[in-house]
């Protein structure tokens, strides 16, 4: 540690020490691993609108909801079938699975926390967001955000 040179590069510190990435780092390094893969999981299939909703603080029966859109019957399916097998392949597997089926609203409870994938429909009628208002909200953007706003 240079101090001579870091009260001169101390302001722009911050933003010359993240990735290229952008994601929200300072919300994702608080995430245990599991949110962190299934995050990740629901990324690679390009899911839409990802939020985690730390339910901690907010009196819930678990501790994370990570919910996501998907665009069509088929890549909520993707999506869900990726985070299951990510877990999976993590030594997490889910004790319910429900609506794989229909495709509307996919389900994943692993106790500690859920996995929500929906059609837009669907997550906008129920809007889990606003129901758990109280909980502590972390949108999560796509790598590249500016391709995925494109299309």
């Not at 302001?11 to 993240?18: D, I």
């Not at 691993?33 to 990802?50: C, D, G, P, S």
């Not at 399916?77 to 597997?93: F, P, S, T």
């Amino acid at each position: 540690m240079q101090n001579s040179k870091s009260s001169a590069a101390r302001p722009s510190a911050g933003p010359a020490r993240s990735k290229a990435t952008a994601r929200p780092k300072a919300s994702r390094a608080r995430f245990p691993k599991a949110i962190t893969t299934a995050v990740n999981a629901a990324l690679e299939k390009k899911a839409l609108n990802l939020v985690v909703l730390d339910l901690r603080t907010a009196d819930g029966f678990t501790d994370y909801f990570v919910i996501c859109t998907g665009a069509n019957p088929r890549q909520i399916a993707a999506i869900a079938d990726a985070v299951r097998e990510a877990l999976k392949q993590a030594g997490e597997r889910p004790a319910v699975t429900e609506g794989t089926d229909s495709s509307a609203w996919v389900l994943l409870d692993y106790f500690n926390f859920v996995v929500h994938v929906f059609s837009r429909e669907c997550r906008a009628f129920y809007d889990l967001e606003r129901l758990w208002g109280n909980a502590t909200r972390h949108e999560v953007l796509p790598p590249d955000s500016a391709a995925t706003s494109a299309s």
